[in-house]
């Protein structure tokens, strides 16, 4: 089977663009809005999380070359995964719909599959679906999730009234998937050298400056006081998760839990 293709364009926007090691201004420097926060979930059997571990270590290790992994990033799955897809914009409903449901020998090329632009083949497929579960993986903050039924989720963090969220989306001339949720506080973070480093609260959510220069493996983010600095999330860096995000669930198994879905956000 061939490496997947990158599918980071699910989670950071792919681009290139080089530059020095200085403060940046932007549009959105000095914008202020209100503190707002969700409420933060965390998984009620250490199972699930320990599940979530070992799938993650069997992924990453596919991921760098061990094909012969690839049985064993399928053990984790139960015998068959239903497929939802939801909506990247808010709609006054941002639930999932019914996408599918495959026997877990047809998951990852199914996965890959949907998530390709034209044309691939069937290990390219299953390469990128193993991939793209990684990346879903990586998410973390598990718990009951609102958008899925109650279902135990990666992501699966609060969410504001709809008509709240529109509102702060049109008050700041903003889209909703500049807006991240912080999974993790401020000191778990690495700011651009250079830049005066802000503060947030586990649960709180943060703009992603819009009309930032692009730097390759950070994210601009604007805090309620107007402030911004570029924070860095590569070499796998999670905690700021789209408002809007993709799940991964589960369900329990006699002794042990399986992904039971994967719900996908997609343009």
């Known amino acids: 089977m061939t490496k997947r293709m990158t599918t980071r364009g699910l989670s950071l926007a792919a681009a290139l663009f080089l530059a020095i090691v200085q403060p940046v201004a932007s549009a959105a420097q000095g914008m202020s809005y209100p503190a707002t926060s969700v409420r933060i979930s965390f998984p009620p059997d250490f199972l699930i999380e320990d599940v979530v571990a070992r799938a993650l270590e069997a992924t990453r290790a596919y991921e760098a070359g061990d094909e012969e992994t690839f049985e064993r990033v399928e053990s984790f799955l139960a015998d068959s995964v239903v497929f939802y897809i939801g909506d ?7 639930r999932f719909d019914h996408w599918g449901r495959y026997d877990k020998t047809d998951v990852f090329w199914q996965l890959g599959r949907k998530t390709a632009y034209g044309n691939i083949k069937i290990d390219e497929a299953e390469a ?3 991939g793209l579960l990684e990346e879903l993986l990586a998410d973390g903050v598990i718990g009951l999730n609102s958008w899925l039924g109650g279902e135990y989720c990666t992501s699966s963090y609060g969410k504001l009234a709809h008509d709240e969220m529109a509102a702060l989306v049109e008050e700041t001339g903003t889209l909703v998937h500049d807006w991240r949720v912080a999974t993790k506080a401020s000191g778990a973070f690495e700011f651009r050298e250079g830049e005066t480093p802000l503060t947030w609260e ?3 959510l943060l703009l992603v400056d819009p009309k ?8 601009r983010i604007v805090t309620p006081d107007g402030s911004g600095a570029y924070v860095r999330m590569d070499d796998g860096q999670t905690g700021l998760q789209p408002y809007l995000s993709s799940h991964v669930c589960f369900e329990e198994r006699e002794d042990d839990w399986a992904i039971s879905a994967i719900a996908l956000r997609i343009p």
């Open 202 to 204: 586990e649960g709180q």
């Open 212 to 219: 930032s220069p692009f730097i390759r493996g950070h994210l």
């Open 128 to 130: 990128r679906g193993v």
């Open 88 to 94: 990247v914009e808010l709609s006054g409903d941002e």
